[in-house]
């Protein structure tokens, strides 16, 4: 038994894990990493920017609008009257201001203020010549204009803000939903590399029993017990467990690769993960309660609710620009004329003499086809919006479904693998032994070691996909981001 048991060890005896460098990284900290600088966030926050920008052009419509103009000119014309001025010199200054009011309505504000004077020929006497001259003319004008249809309310300003505040509020959400995809990427990189660490491991136990193996086949074949047929093919078990092992290897170091450069970190950095620290248990809810959280929680529903919003915004702007404008207009102005400058222009301050009217305009396109279009246009981007949600609903339903199928098999399939692990190590222990008493072959030992080598990988596995599972039902329900306090 004595023997049996120092053959076992020679078979089993696994190398020392070696303990790299490298402190162990947990999951939050590389998702922190990852959401914190990845440059596809930032080309994604380009589109809110520039939103941002947009609204403060939107917000520039109710800014008030001057203009001011000054002119001199000095005119000489032929006259058909012996005693009609030939000549005009004219200095004039012209200004307004306009404001948009939040209800829709305009009101505008005008003052026109020049100085003429008129020349004669030296024949006209001076009698027959004007007896006021130069002369000083005021005039200023105060216009509001309110809408009745079209542009009551000032939807153009209103709505275009509104949507452009929900258009924001989209792009804010749209950065979220890549910040889901990166969180995805990373947490699937992350046990990835747990799993490999495990694969390549395991592959460098079975190169030391296969090295183990080979080193007892060529005792036992010194002393004439076994073949060369035997040695043989336990150098052909070695050498197919070195080429399992390098696989491991590669695979691990692309998975690590990948990792690092995802983290924007060196492409060889070592990386040791940390998920013993992370808990299997998960509260299973039912699916329609897991749903109603997504809906809440997850940015594509949260980027959704405000293209909606968006929209409906939109659909008010294009019905009222559909309508017909129909405004009223009231104007009230002083006028003044006189020799005087300063005469002239105080009297322009007074109402002794004025213009007062009122008014009504209308305007329509026959047809309407344009804006008729743009209300189908708006109509059509909510039917795309309510697709795209059910869309949604549907996509995180299978990856909800797809996660917890995973996450209970990996429960199920925990203590089986347990079990079919040591099982295949009692049926190893007992060919071994059977093959020293020379009761066995060496192809069923290998076949044997390679099943229990299968069995351990399973085994070991099993802890991975479940926290793996749970990881993605966390992310699949919006609840990872906010526990990792990740704000977009």
Known sequence: MLRIQALWLCFSLCLLPSFSMAQPISLSEVLHIVLKSHPDLALARIQERSLHIERQNIEGMLDPKISLAGSLSDETSPTTSPFAASGNNRRLIFGNITKLLDNGSTLTGSFNYSRTKASYPASVPTLFQASVNPTYQQQIDLIYRYPLLRGRGNPTYNEQLSSNQYNEEAARWRVATQQEQLAARAIS???????????????????????????????????????????????????????????????????????????????????????????????????????????????????????????????????????????????????????????????????????????????????????????????????????????????TKTELSTALTFYQNGQMMKTSSKLHEQAEYKKFTTELERYRDGRSDTATLIQFEGDLRNAELQAALQDIQIQLAKQQIELATGNLLQQLDIAP
């Open 189 to 395: 990189l992350y046990y990835q590399v747990a799993s490999n660490v495990i694969a390549r491991k395991l592959a460098q136990e079975t190169v030391m029993r296969a090295k183990k193996l080979l080193a007892y086949q060529k005792k036992r074949q010194i002393f004439g017990l076994i073949e060369e047929t035997d040695r043989r093919q336990a150098e052909a078990l070695l050498t197919s467990r070195k080429r399992d092992y390098t696989n491991a290897k590669a695979t691990l170091s692309n998975t690590i690769t990948a990792l690092n450069r995802l983290m924007l970190h060196d492409a060889n950095q070592p990386i040791q993960t940390d998920i013993n620290a992370i808990p299997n248990t998960l509260n299973v809810k039912p699916m329609h309660i897991w749903l109603e959280q997504a809906q809440q929680q997850r940015p594509v529903f949260r980027m959704l609710d405000a293209q909606q919003a968006s929209n409906d915004a939109t659909l008010t702007l294009t019905h009222d620009q559909h309508e017909t404008q129909v405004d009223v207009i009231a104007q009230v102005g002083s006028r003044s004329l006189s020799g005087s400058s300063g005469y002239t222009f105080g009297q322009g301050f007074t109402l002794n003499n004025r213009f007062i009217s009122i008014g009504i305009e209308l305007h329509d396109t026959l047809g309407g086809k344009s804006t008729r279009s743009a209300i189908l246009k708006t109509e059509l981007e909510r039917e795309r919006i309510h697709l795209q949600r059910q869309q949604a609903i549907e996509n």
